[in-house]
C-alpha cells in the first residue's frame, strides 16, 4: 500500500514534468509568479531564465513590450527580453530616477521631438537639441557643446524633423528648413518659406508632402522644396477648414496618403477632419456627438486606420477610420484639459495634463490608468501644464512652461513614488466620509 502511496505522490511531483510541459505551465504564469518559480529549484531557475520563457510575455507588458518598429527607432536602448519585465514594474509602480535636464527663466509653450540619438526642444524662437547617451545640451545657451541657429522673425510654434532638416513654424506665420549637422553639431538655415498670414499652429512631413496648419483655420499643402537650388515658388495647395475656427493639431498617417486636422471645435462643425492629400478633400466623417468647444490639441496616427486624439474635452479618444467612430475612450482621473499625448503604437500611451505638471500613463487594454509621474513638487499654484512630452522603453521626458524633466526607469533607482496608490486612497477616503 505505501509503495502505491509513493508512486502516486511521485507523479504529482510538479518539478518531474517534462520540460515542454513546464513551458505550457509556465506560460499561465504572470512575471512575478514567475520569480518566485524560480527560487523553487535549480530546474525551475534554469527554466525560468529561458528567452522562451519570456518571450510572448514581453509583447504584452507596458511600455517595454517595443514591438513597433516606430517605436524601437527612437528607443535609445533595446531591451534583452529578460529585460523588460522589471523595467515594465518601474513604470507601473513609480519607481524612477527623476533630473531636470534645462531650465530657463521666461515661461513658455515648449514642443519636443525625439529620435534614438536626441531630444529637441523649442520654446521662444530657441531651437535645442539634448544628446541623450552623453547628456548634455547641444547650443550656445550652454557652452561650447551647443548647436542652433537663432531666427528671430517670430517665436516657434511647432516643429517636425524631416530627414535630416527640422522643419519649424513659427508664429509670424514662415517656416524654416534646418539642416542638421550631426558631425559639427550645428543647425543651418537652409531654406525660409513665408506665408505672412498667420501663425503656424501645427506641422507634419511625410516624405514628398510638408502640411501646416495655421491660426486662420487654412491648412496648406505644400512639395518639400529643392534644398540646393532657389525657388521662385514653391507648389502648395490650400483647404479651409473654417474661417474662424483654428488649427490646433495636425498628424500624415503612416501611409502618407491623409492626414488628420484637429481644431478648436469654437465653430458650427466638428474639431476633427481626415483629409486625402492628393485630392484636398475630407473622406472621413467622424460620428461623433462634439461639445461646443472640444478641441484637439494633439493626436498621433497608431496604424493607417486608428487615430488617437486628446484635447479640451479632457478625453483620450480611439477611432476607427474604417467605421468612422470613436471606439474606446478614457478620461483624465483629475478632469484636467491634455495638452498632448504620446504612444508606443501597441498598447501604452502617455498624457500631459493642464494641472500640477502631471503626466499619465494609460494601457488601452483597460479603462482605468496605470499611473501618474509629477514632474514637480512645487504648490499646486506654481504648477505648469505638461505642454509636450516623449518617452520611450526607458525614459520620459516632459516639457513644462520653464523646463524639461526626465524620468529614467531602467539603472539605480533613487524614488519609488506610487502616485496612484495615493490618489486611490484620497479616493477611498473622500468617499468614505460621504
Given at each position: 500500500m505505501s509503495s502505491v502511496v509513493r508512486k502516486m505522490t511521485d507523479t504529482l511531483r510538479l518539478d518531474l514534468l517534462p520540460d515542454d510541459v513546464l513551458l505550457i505551465i509556465f506560460d499561465y504564469c504572470n512575471a512575478y509568479d514567475l520569480l518566485r518559480l524560480s527560487e523553487v529549484c535549480k530546474r525551475f531557475y534554469e527554466m525560468v531564465h529561458l528567452d522562451i520563457v519570456w518571450a510572448e510575455k514581453g509583447k504584452r507588458f507596458v511600455v517595454t513590450n517595443q514591438m513597433s518598429k516606430k517605436f524601437r527607432?527612437?528607443?535609445?536602448?533595446?531591451?534583452?527580453?529578460?529585460?523588460?519585465?522589471?523595467?515594465?514594474?518601474?513604470?507601473?509602480?513609480?519607481?524612477?530616477?527623476?533630473?531636470?535636464?534645462?531650465?530657463?527663466?521666461?515661461r513658455l509653450m515648449p514642443w519636443l521631438q525625439m529620435t534614438r540619438s536626441i531630444l529637441w526642444w523649442c520654446g521662444g524662437h530657441d531651437l535645442l537639441g539634448y544628446v541623450r547617451e552623453q547628456g548634455?545640451?547641444?547650443?550656445?545657451?550652454?557652452?561650447?557643446?551647443?548647436?542652433?541657429?537663432?531666427?528671430?522673425?517670430?517665436?516657434?510654434?511647432?516643429?517636425?524633423?524631416?530627414?535630416?532638416?527640422?522643419?519649424?513654424?513659427?508664429?509670424?506665420?514662415?517656416?524654416?528648413?534646418?539642416?542638421?549637422?550631426?558631425?559639427?553639431?550645428?543647425?543651418?538655415?537652409?531654406?525660409?518659406?513665408?506665408?505672412?498670414?498667420?501663425?503656424?499652429?501645427?506641422?507634419?512631413?511625410?516624405?514628398?508632402?510638408?502640411?501646416?496648419?495655421?491660426?486662420?483655420?487654412?491648412?496648406?499643402?505644400?512639395?518639400?522644396?529643392?534644398?540646393?537650388?532657389?525657388?521662385?515658388?514653391?507648389?502648395?495647395?490650400?483647404?479651409c477648414i473654417h474661417p474662424v475656427d483654428k488649427v490646433r493639431s495636425l498628424a500624415i498617417?503612416?501611409?502618407?496618403?491623409?492626414?488628420?486636422?484637429?481644431?478648436?471645435?469654437?465653430?458650427?462643425?466638428?474639431?476633427?477632419?481626415?483629409?486625402?492629400?492628393?485630392?484636398?478633400?475630407?473622406?472621413?466623417?467622424?460620428?461623433?456627438?462634439?461639445?461646443?468647444?472640444?478641441?484637439?490639441l494633439d493626436m498621433v496616427w497608431e496604424d493607417p486606420n486608428t487615430l488617437l486624439t486628446c484635447g479640451y474635452d479632457t478625453y483620450i479618444r480611439k477611432w476607427d477610420l474604417r467605421t468612422g467612430k470613436c471606439v474606446c475612450s478614457w478620461a483624465d482621473p483629475t478632469d484636467a484639459t491634455l495638452y498632448c499625448i504620446s504612444s508606443d503604437h501597441?498598447?501604452?500611451?502617455?498624457?500631459?495634463?493642464?494641472?500640477?505638471?502631471?503626466?499619465?500613463?494609460?494601457?488601452?487594454?483597460?479603462?482605468?490608468?496605470?499611473?501618474?509621474?509629477?514632474?514637480?513638487?512645487?504648490?499646486?499654484?506654481?504648477?505648469?501644464?505638461?505642454?509636450?512630452?516623449?518617452?520611450?522603453?526607458?525614459?520620459?521626458?516632459c516639457a513644462t512652461d520653464r523646463h524639461i524633466v526626465e524620468l529614467s526607469f531602467s539603472g539605480p533607482m533613487i524614488e519609488r513614488l506610487d502616485y496612484k496608490s495615493m490618489y486611490m486612497d484620497i479616493l477611498s477616503c473622500g468617499l468614505f466620509g460621504r
Open positions: 527607432d527612437r528607443c535609445e536602448t533595446i531591451l534583452e527580453i529578460q529585460e523588460k519585465w522589471p523595467v515594465s514594474y518601474n513604470w507601473q509602480y513609480g519607481i524612477y530616477k527623476k533630473q531636470t535636464i534645462l531650465t530657463q527663466r521666461t548634455e545640451m547641444i547650443d550656445n545657451m550652454f557652452g561650447d557643446s551647443f548647436y542652433t541657429e537663432t531666427y528671430t522673425g517670430g517665436d516657434i510654434c511647432k516643429f517636425v524633423l524631416w530627414k535630416n532638416f527640422i522643419i519649424s513654424g513659427y508664429t509670424n506665420g514662415t517656416i524654416n528648413y534646418f539642416l542638421v549637422k550631426y558631425s559639427k553639431r550645428k543647425c543651418r538655415l537652409v531654406k525660409r518659406l513665408v506665408n505672412n498670414r498667420s501663425s503656424v499652429n501645427a506641422l507634419d512631413a511625410s516624405s514628398e508632402n510638408l502640411i501646416a496648419g495655421l491660426e486662420s483655420g487654412v491648412v496648406k499643402i505644400l512639395r518639400h522644396p529643392d534644398m540646393d537650388r532657389p525657388e521662385k515658388k514653391v507648389y502648395e495647395k490650400e483647404i498617417d503612416p501611409t502618407g496618403v491623409k492626414f488628420a486636422v484637429g481644431s478648436t471645435g469654437i465653430a458650427d462643425i466638428p474639431p476633427l477632419h481626415v483629409i486625402n492629400i492628393e485630392c484636398y478633400t475630407s473622406i472621413d466623417k467622424m460620428q461623433h456627438e462634439w461639445k461646443h468647444g472640444a478641441g484637439i501597441q498598447y501604452s500611451m502617455i498624457t500631459g495634463t493642464q494641472y500640477n505638471c502631471l503626466a499619465v500613463l494609460w494601457d488601452q487594454r483597460k479603462n482605468d490608468f496605470v499611473q501618474l509621474y509629477y514632474m514637480s513638487s512645487k504648490p499646486s499654484s506654481q504648477r505648469s501644464p505638461v505642454y509636450s512630452l516623449q518617452f520611450d522603453s526607458t525614459n520620459l521626458y
